[in-house]
């Protein structure tokens, strides 16, 4: 148990000792979400040290959450995948989820933008199928963010995971996305639509077809459809 726990034998404060440290729960939220490599932990935690998710990792695995692999066919490469405990988790980290989104006041949830974080999200739950069956090359504009933050292109190819690329990957782009991170971000969550953002805070630029779907293929947040209870 880490220093300075609750000394409770009740199971709330037994658990909490686990799964509520700082980070953990995140670390618990990507591992849920579908993130199995350190890397891909990592860029959906840009702000976590490495060290620090090395700790959470180990702790975790410690406690029988999570098991460390070898990647098949990748000498060298280890896996974390959730154990049946951890798996028994998964309903607990969306219902923290759904109380945040319909608790949490917009005006909260919006000082803490992340570009990284928001394209990392965007990126694993885009919907392949109303795309055109070949590589499609779409970059988001965020232009009120400092060039680092500014650009990122997302790779759609059949029978592929959707790639996130920082640094211009040399491909010709079929759609254009220019906005603003907090524009992007509403939309995201479900605060606003992509209809609301019609006066040219969301300005669409290349391939007709996949401007016309883009309500199909940008999949919002999981909890953008749960009603909010504060404003």
Do not use: F
């Given at each position: 148990m880490p220093e300075g726990g609750y000394n409770q034998f009740c199971p709330v404060?037994?658990?909490?000792?686990?799964?509520?440290?700082?980070?953990t729960l995140l670390v618990l939220r990507e591992l849920v979400?579908?993130?199995?490599?350190f890397n891909e932990l990592r860029r959906g935690m840009p702000s976590m040290s490495p060290?620090?998710?090395?700790?959470?990792?180990?702790?975790?695995?410690?406690?029988?959450?999570?098991?460390?692999?070898?990647a098949e066919r990748e000498?060298?490469?280890?896996?974390?995948?959730?154990?049946?405990?951890?798996?028994?988790?998964?309903?607990i980290i969306e219902a923290i989820g759904v109380w945040?989104?319909?608790?949490?006041?917009?005006?909260?949830?919006?000082?803490?933008?992340?570009?990284?974080?928001?394209?990392?999200?965007?990126?694993?739950?885009?919907?392949?199928?109303?795309?055109?069956p070949r590589r499609n090359i779409i970059q988001f504009i965020l232009n009120d963010r400092?060039?680092?933050?500014?650009?990122?292109?997302?790779?759609?190819?059949?029978?592929?995971?959707?790639d996130l690329c920082l640094v211009d990957p040399g491909f010709d782009v079929d759609l254009y996305v220019s906005t603003d991170l907090q524009s992007m971000t509403e939309i995201w969550l479900g605060y606003k639509t992509i209809d609301q953002m019609s006066d040219g805070r969301l300005v669409l630029t290349g391939s007709s077809r996949l401007a016309a779907d883009l309500r199909s293929w940008l999949k919002l947040s999981a909890f953008a459809n749960f009603e909010k209870k504060v404003a």
């Open positions: 404060s037994m658990a909490a000792e686990i799964i509520c440290s700082r980070w979400l579908g993130s199995t490599r060290a620090l998710l090395s700790k959470r990792l180990k702790e975790l695995e410690a406690a029988g959450i999570v098991m460390r692999i070898s000498p060298g490469i280890h896996e974390y995948h959730l154990t049946e405990a951890g798996k028994e988790l998964r309903p945040g989104h319909r608790w949490v006041t917009t005006e909260a949830t919006l000082k803490n933008l992340d570009a990284n974080l928001l394209m990392w999200d965007i990126r694993r739950n885009i919907n392949t199928d109303p795309m055109p400092p060039v680092s933050e500014r650009n990122y292109w997302l790779i759609v190819e059949p029978g592929k995971e959707v």
